[in-house]
C-alpha cells in the first residue's frame, strides 16, 4: 500500500508499527526491494526520521563490505535503501536537507558517508542559491569606489554596521572638535 497507494501515511503507519519491532522490520525488508515510490515523496525531515529509523535496524556500524557478485538479500537491500536515504537528502540540496544531514552527521560521528553528503548538501545549495554579477552592475562597481554589492541580507547588515560605526567615529571627531 506505501509503494503502490499513499506514501503521505508513511509516517503515522511507522509511529503504530514501533509498537511491533518485528513486524516493522519486516515491512521494511519489503519497502527496501522497491523504495523509491515512497521515498521520493516524503519531506526532508520524514526522509530524516527514515534513516534514523533503518539505522536502527541496520546500524552503519555493523555493515559488511559490499560484494561485487552474488545474492543479495533482504538485509543487504536495507542497507542500500538507508544509504540511498541520505543520498537523495543530498541531492536535494535544499537548506531542510542541508540541516538535517548536519544533524544527521553530528549524531552520528564518524559516519563518513553522511560526512560526505553533508559537504554535497552544502556544495549543490550553494550552487542553487548563486546569481552571477550581471557585467553592467560590475563594471559600476568598479567605477565607483564608494558603491556596494549587497546580495543577502548578511550583505546589507555588513553594510548598515560599518556605516554606524563610520558616523560613530565622525561624531566623536566632530563633538571633539565642536567641545575644544
Not at 538507508?82 to 535544499?94: E, F, I, M, P
Amino acid at each position: 500500500g506505501l509503494t503502490a497507494g499513499d506514501p503521505s501515511q508513511w509516517t503515522r503507519l511507522a509511529q503504530q508499527l514501533e509498537a511491533f519491532p518485528d513486524l516493522l522490520k519486516t515491512v521494511l525488508r519489503d519497502l527496501a526491494r522497491h523504495p523509491a515510490p515512497l521515498t521520493d515523496h516524503l519531506s526532508d525531515d520524514e526522509l530524516s526520521q527514515l534513516w534514523e529509523l533503518l539505522s536502527r535496524y541496520w546500524p552503519v556500524q555493523t555493515d559488511e563490505p559490499f560484494l561485487t557478485s552474488g545474492f543479495v538479500g533482504p538485509d543487504q537491500l536495507a542497507r542500500h535503501w538507508r544509504d540511498g536515504v541520505a543520498r537523495l537528502l543530498a541531492q536535494r540540496g535544499t537548506p531542510t536537507a542541508v540541516q538535517v544531514l548536519r544533524q544527521l552527521a553530528a549524531s552520528n560521528p564518524g559516519n563518513l558517508l553522511l560526512e560526505d553528503l553533508t559537504r554535497d548538501a552544502e556544495q549543490l545549495q550553494l550552487g542553487q542559491e548563486w546569481s552571477p554579477i550581471r557585467e553592467r552592475d560590475l563594471t559600476r562597481l568598479l567605477e565607483d569606489s564608494t558603491r556596494r554589492l549587497v546580495r543577502s541580507s548578511s550583505d546589507l547588515a555588513d553594510l548598515v554596521h560599518g556605516g554606524i560605526l563610520e558616523a560613530a567615529d565622525t561624531l566623536v571627531r566632530t563633538g571633539q572638535l565642536l567641545w575644544d
